[in-house]
């Protein structure tokens, strides 16, 4: 870590912020030039708070050198992880997996229906919501327990691993049969929910949230693998920006820093990120060939209650022919295992 | 609500759309152009999904006419909201009140002597967090149940009420003697914390995500309110911007939008917003001219472990003369009421 | 267009509004409910101004359901524009072309190998800098008008067409040889610059701006059509966020939106918006996933001069290998044409 | 500056950087760590490019130290920019300047007329548009030559120096008669426009573009002031972000941020940062509280053409009411000189 202190900071002052930093374990270098003083620790500086540091009245900038994340860093596991979800289905480490499913679970048939269909097009992992974050109270909160349960019904139906969002550890016990715990994007930094989730031995999906760094989804990785869960999948579904032809704007260059920075597999979600179904199919194949270890796609099998094509879910056709494009960019950049051939 | 749709759309999904929104109880206008089709949409669309609307293929862009937000709307509700947070300090209808603490409540001694420092230089109300949220999990947490009680004890001491940060509804029992429950910026939309608090029966502050709209702020507020809880108070404390010379971009203008939108109080945090000490006198000042009622402070007490001035606390000197200048401030444009001369 | 009024609008202020609009030779529909007043506007209102209109007192909000720009508009001219380069060399409805070169044009035997070098990897246009925007005074600011020469040069002994970037009308007498003008992303609102250039005679490659709307783009080159050229190429080069481990976002979903809403070609810059060479392989193939009609990349031939593997800048044989990507890619998702092949 | 290298960088690629800064005439400091190298680099690194270094494959980050401006820091001028606009009005140092008038100048009656009401109102300087950057080429450009005349001899007629826009280095003859020349948010990184203004003899107000930063703002400054021109002034006028119930976000953080950072004045533009005359008092308040040298208010004198209260102006007596505001804010806080109470 790197301090610039300010011109005006006095002798004394230097010399206390110098002590304090030794009280704390760090070898201090110091170098003085005639308008700044450059303070260098080395050791383990993850206990240190950058924002403090900068807030400090002699402090002009402070630079992390090191990455304060370490379980998820590629430095120290330079191997892929590869996360079991279930006997036949893995993802990371070139194991690649479609993601599909309603935005919502609505009743048993539906979810029957497009997890038999989604799964015919090429999906290896069955996604459905029953608890739903809303922005508004008056909105559609989900089915919740029984949503869950038509969910893992409609999963073991089809030989698929299931992934559901969850809102609160409280709800961890209904939980049992979900082969993949999703954490929303408005939960990226629920720290309670995420050391909570970091105990109960599912692998976890954390999506970015909408004004979240990369670094900050790595710390929240962090966060659940310091809980002892090592099994844990990075999901980018789009960015807060000015931009308002898009609901977010997807940002496929984070597959790419993540690829490089950690271990973990990286997954896109184009449904979220675009909010409109048109847009799905070109980032979805964006996403493949950038390289995303899955791609995350809300598929709906009944137009009329979907109104004109719905939103943005694919219908199963669509899906079909997106699934069918992933895996020829795959194919043709060579990122296929010989088992996905 | 006004809906757009496409050029293509064709007459069947045109007559397929209006009949669901018919469905849904509303009356339905349609205006013919040569380029598009307008809907207007009359009635209670308050569940009608404006993103579900967006995407859907048909569908160019679709415009709520009337704020989704009831309960914290000012068209129904004209009057200014008082919350009163205890028999002697209100908050909201020209009662203003400067809440100030430490960030983190250390040891009995420590907020016991900042308490009295603060409540010296001015201040109704005193913060000082107990459970920290923390972007690693590597950083201190807070003390917890135990910092709780210090607070609480040192608010007894002094006869200033307290306010803290809530994580998690699974705290709510340790928040007794607490006055007012915080929800910070990353909880902003922890809808099922949200829901709880709303029937917890004190007053809720809530914090602006540093990615939330001022909708979305009045959006959460509209879930506590949802509860029951009629005495939110809503809390602007920097967005995130690309900005880098301050940690986050205080948004001041959101005071005025928000005296405008709703009828709940409005708190100005310079301290988390800019991240440094030496601006937090400037736009305390600022926020003050704009129209806040109340504003959050984080002081200090102690300048040696606090660091040469010590991040964005101020001691309790600056604090007095922020405090001096804020009411100089409301004085000279007659904010004040005859009870805070 | 739709205007939403407040509450509070009088009948007078009302019927002012109307005149207003009647005046400018519009038909007004009014629609009264009981807490606002919707305005709906039928004729030719792109002169009407939103921010103007939005700012009104008695208004809430106000809606352009029309889009303001019209030459560059799918609607109105639903055939994909090709922008004939060259003799041989195409871009648009189709027609692909890789753009490269170095970042700044720096002496004859410099710009002829990379050219040379690029011609070989598969690019079809060549780039390089002579007018250079920096963000420091300091800063090499290119060799203007003997870089023009060099480029142009370069491109004659190769057979390349060449692309450059103007930053100021009056240079334009030193653009007469070149084949492409660019609008740097800083001079994308350079209003006079634009209506200049459109008289010019030759294709203009504009580039977004790094904060503007994909809108605004299209507006900027409605200034350019509306002085006569139609031959205008847009370029996505990142945005701005709050990202740090990026230089910018690069927003590939903006390709797929103007597929939608216009007719000109699409170029995707990946080696501005990200920054880092090891960046540009993964962004380039995800841009021709997305369907951009062209990949704009950095290369230099100098391995020490450009400091190891170089910035942003790929080696020849870096770009050689992404070229195959990039043809690999629209070979499996059939965008080739059959000359292409 | 520092660079910190990547792990991977092999002994001789970490050499050959550290030639090539040698040869800039750096000193080179480095430091190895198990898991990185830290270079520190010493001397004049103004010419080195932090954007460049970043992109190197053997780089991870790299920071500047010393800030890339010179002209205006204050370190190297501790003392306040005083600007001398005419024999009677000053900006900076304590010397504070309401300018004040329409958005464009429409008529000779016009401009007259809106000057005197905002002199007895209490504006010391002039405003007024005659070149127009409009977004849309279908929109309204200004009065042009014909408008700067007008305005220039409303400044004549009541003793009121003036203050317009620019929009290329073309026009400057036109400008003989202006006081202030302006350079627009669009145009803040035109750099040969930048260039050409720095030796033009007058004050320049840079005003802050939408998506920069404080430092590129201060670079721009440099430019201006590379040229030979000392005299200029800052203007934040609202930044790019994701809310919208505001057209954009005013950073009154970057009035105290540059008050540190720089020696020149700042001005305030609360008019086009919020884009509605409803919230204009309330934030230029804050502008003052802030401690801006300077305010700049649209105001308009014909309520109905200017369409009920009209959209970001204010009408003279809304603009009287708010100078007499901002000066009781500055009374009370001690801000005033002598000559101004």
Redesign the interface.
């Given at each position: 870590m790197?301090a610039?202190l300010r011109?005006d900071?006095t002798q004394e002052?230097i010399e206390?912020?110098c002590d304090?930093f030794r009280e704390k374990g760090l070898d201090v270098?110091i170098?003085r030039?005639k308008?700044?003083t450059?303070i260098?620790l080395?050791g383990d500086t993850?206990?240190i708070?950058t924002?403090?540091?900068?807030?400090?009245?002699?402090v002009e900038?402070a630079?992390r050198?090191?990455e304060?994340y370490k379980s998820a860093n590629r430095?120290f596991h330079p191997e892929d992880t590869v996360v079991q979800v279930s006997d036949t289905v893995s993802i990371g480490g070139g194991h690649f997996a479609l993601i599909a499913g309603p935005c919502s679970v609505e009743n048993e048939e539906q979810i029957l229906t497009v997890a038999r269909a989604v799964q015919r097009g090429g999906a290896k992992i069955l996604r459905g919501g029953a608890f739903k974050?809303?922005?508004?109270?008056?909105?559609f909160q989900g089915l919740g327990e029984a949503g869950i349960r038509m969910l893992t019904e409609a999963g073991r139906a089809t030989g698929m691993p299931v992934i559901t969002e969850i809102?609160?550890?409280?709800q961890l016990d209904l939980f049992a049969d979900v082969d993949i715990i999703q954490v929303g994007a408005?939960?990226m930094?629920?720290?309670?929910?995420l050391?909570e989730l970091g105990r109960c031995g599912k692998p976890i999906l954390i999506k970015r949230?909408?004004?979240n760094?990369?670094?900050?989804l790595l710390?929240s990785a962090?966060?659940v693998m310091?809980g002892g869960c090592q099994d844990v999948i990075l999901c980018e579904r789009g960015?807060?920006?000015?931009?308002?032809?898009?609901?977010n704007?997807?940002?496929?260059?984070?597959?790419?820093?993540l690829?490089?920075?950690t271990h973990l597999p990286v997954v896109v979600d184009p449904s979220h990120?675009?909010?409109?179904?048109?847009?799905v199919p070109?980032?979805a194949?964006?996403?493949?060939?950038?390289?995303a270890d899955g791609i995350m796609i809300e598929v709906h099998n009944d137009p009329?209650a979907a109104?004109?094509?719905?939103?943005?879910?694919l219908t199963p056709d669509q899906f079909a022919a997106v699934a069918a494009?992933v895996q020829?960019?795959r194919?043709?950049?060579k990122m296929e295992r010989d088992e996905d051939r």
């Amino acid at each position: 870590m790197i301090a610039v202190l300010r011109q005006d900071a006095t002798q004394e002052q230097i010399e206390s912020l110098c002590d304090w930093f030794r009280e704390k374990g760090l070898d201090v270098h110091i170098s003085r030039g005639k308008y700044q003083t450059i303070i260098g620790l080395i050791g383990d500086t993850s206990r240190i708070d950058t924002d403090l540091l900068c807030g400090l009245s002699i402090v002009e900038s402070a630079t992390r050198v090191s990455e304060p994340y370490k379980s998820a860093n590629r430095k120290f596991h330079p191997e892929d992880t590869v996360v079991q979800v279930s006997d036949t289905v893995s993802i990371g480490g070139g194991h690649f997996a479609l993601i599909a499913g309603p935005c919502s679970v609505e009743n048993e048939e539906q979810i029957l229906t497009v997890a038999r269909a989604v799964q015919r097009g090429g999906a290896k992992i069955l996604r459905g919501g029953a608890f739903k974050p809303r922005t508004s109270p008056y909105d559609f909160q989900g089915l919740g327990e029984a949503g869950i349960r038509m969910l893992t019904e409609a999963g073991r139906a089809t030989g698929m691993p299931v992934i559901t969002e969850i809102m609160s550890a409280s709800q961890l016990d209904l939980f049992a049969d979900v082969d993949i715990i999703q954490v929303g994007a408005r939960n990226m930094q629920n720290f309670d929910l995420l050391k909570e989730l970091g105990r109960c031995g599912k692998p976890i999906l954390i999506k970015r949230g909408l004004a979240n760094t990369i670094k900050e989804l790595l710390m929240s990785a962090e966060y659940v693998m310091s809980g002892g869960c090592q099994d844990v999948i990075l999901c980018e579904r789009g960015i807060r920006t000015f931009e308002t032809y898009t609901r977010n704007t997807l940002d496929l260059s984070c597959v790419a820093v993540l690829r490089e920075r950690t271990h973990l597999p990286v997954v896109v979600d184009p449904s979220h990120a675009t909010g409109a179904s048109r847009l799905v199919p070109p980032m979805a194949r964006a996403a493949a060939a950038a390289g995303a270890d899955g791609i995350m796609i809300e598929v709906h099998n009944d137009p009329a209650a979907a109104l004109c094509d719905g939103a943005q879910a694919l219908t199963p056709d669509q899906f079909a022919a997106v699934a069918a494009d992933v895996q020829a960019v795959r194919r043709a950049l060579k990122m296929e295992r010989d088992e996905d051939r």
